[in-house]
């Protein structure tokens, strides 16, 4: 037991400072485990949304689809403005006095991003109106459909076989419908609607499995026979 002690306590006189120099040359930001990367890597793991009632206040903080990341990754956490035990969890980020709070619901794909001009506890997801997607994970694979014989049918008939051409639609054109998503159920269900590259406006239900979007139905204005 004493030479086990005794090489622990060489360790940690090397361990120690180094790991204070890592820590004051570079931040936390190579600290994956520390409480608010941890916050930040679900953040980033999501796709973030904005409602069109509060687009124009996010803009006003100069936020939008190409920074956003970049004020992620190097924005402060603050906890003590979080509310981490609810359903959303919401957390308070900050920087260069810019603040937002990011709302993650429980097992869903999506984190909505509000701005911080009130209370905590008083916070609460959109439920109705139209969301604007700001943010997609580097995920080429993100989004896939289901294997059924409607499906495979309406595909077919939009030219939209692989699944990629999802993604790349929905990430062109995307937007979230809260009023027909259920993002506080279970399971939870999120309505997209986007266009192909033909201009058609496509409605899919969408559940978050396996760390994926999969598309369990499609609603097309344009008339398919596909029963």
């Known amino acids: 037991m004493n030479t086990f002690l005794r090489r622990l306590k060489y360790f940690s006189f090397g361990f120690i400072p180094s790991l ?9 930001r190579g600290c994956s485990w520390l409480p608010a990367n941890r916050v930040k890597g679900s953040v980033i793991d999501r796709v973030v949304v904005v409602s069109e009632k509060n687009l124009k206040s996010i803009e006003k903080l100069g936020l939008n689809q190409q920074n956003l990341a970049e004020f992620i990754s190097d924005a402060k956490v603050n906890f003590d403005k979080s509310s981490t035990h609810s359903n959303p969890k919401i957390y308070h980020f900050s920087k260069d006095g810019k603040s937002v709070y990011f ?5 869903s794909y999506v984190a909505e991003i509000l701005n911080a001009n009130k209370d905590v506890m008083k916070v609460n997801l959109s439920s109705e109106g139209i969301g604007k997607l700001l943010f997609f994970p580097k995920e080429q694979d993100l989004v896939f459909v289901d294997t059924n014989k409607r499906l495979t049918c309406q595909q077919d008939a939009l030219g ?3 699944d990629k051409l999802f993604y790349s639609a ?4 995307g937007k979230l419908d809260f009023s ?3 993002l506080l159920a279970n399971p939870k269900t999120h309505y997209l609607v986007f266009k192909n590259q033909q201009g058609i406006e496509i409605g899919a239900n969408t559940l978050w499995y396996k760390d994926r ?5 499609l609603d097309l204005k344009k008339s398919i026979d596909c029963r």
């Open 170 to 173: 929905i990430k062109k054109s």
């Open 103 to 107: 709302a993650l619901p429980k097992d």
């Open 213 to 217: 979007i999969d598309i369990i139905r």
């Open 180 to 182: 027909k998503s259920r």
């Open 160 to 162: 939209m076989l692989q």
């Open 20 to 28: 204070i120099i890592v820590i004051f040359f570079f931040g936390a």
